[in-house]
Nanobody
Framework: QLQLVESGGGLVQPGGSLRLSCAAS????????IGWFRQAPGKEREGVSC????????NYADSVKGRFAISRDTAKNTVSLQMNSLKPEDTGLYYC????????????????WGQGIQVTVSS
């Protein structure tokens, strides 16, 4: 089976940092476009950051540009999302997702999903 598992979430104060990791089993993440998405209660799921399956092209939501960074660790078969200068509005359930030949950072374009992990930014 194709499985994705997120880790690294938790509670952090505004201005703090967290690093999320997405681990794969059943397939190699390097062959896929990878996206990070989040959903807050009462809001639609939104794209946070995506990275292409070739060329290393990245995409960031305007709200996180300059604060978040997506990266691959091929040896560990993981994709990480480094989150700095966190704000309360970053709070939500974060998902990683994978897809083949995905050209947009939109949840509807990604067929394989992790279970989600909570990130809470609060004082």
């Amino acid at each position: 089976q194709l499985q994705l598992v997120e880790s690294g979430g938790g509670l952090v104060q505004p201005g703090g940092s967290l690093r999320l990791s997405c681990a794969a089993s059943g397939f190699t993440l390097d062959y896929y476009a990878i996206g990070w998405f989040r959903q807050a209660p009462g809001k639609e799921r939104e794209g946070v950051s995506c990275i292409s399956g070739s060329g290393g092209k990245t995409n960031y939501a305007d709200s996180v540009k300059g604060r978040f960074a997506i990266s691959r660790d091929t040896a560990k078969n993981t994709v990480s999302l480094q989150m700095n200068s966190l704000k309360p509005e970053d709070t939500g359930l974060y998902y990683c997702a994978a897809g083949v030949d995905v050209g947009v950072c939109h949840p509807a374009a990604y067929p394989y999903w992790g279970q989600g992990i909570q990130v809470t930014v609060s004082s």
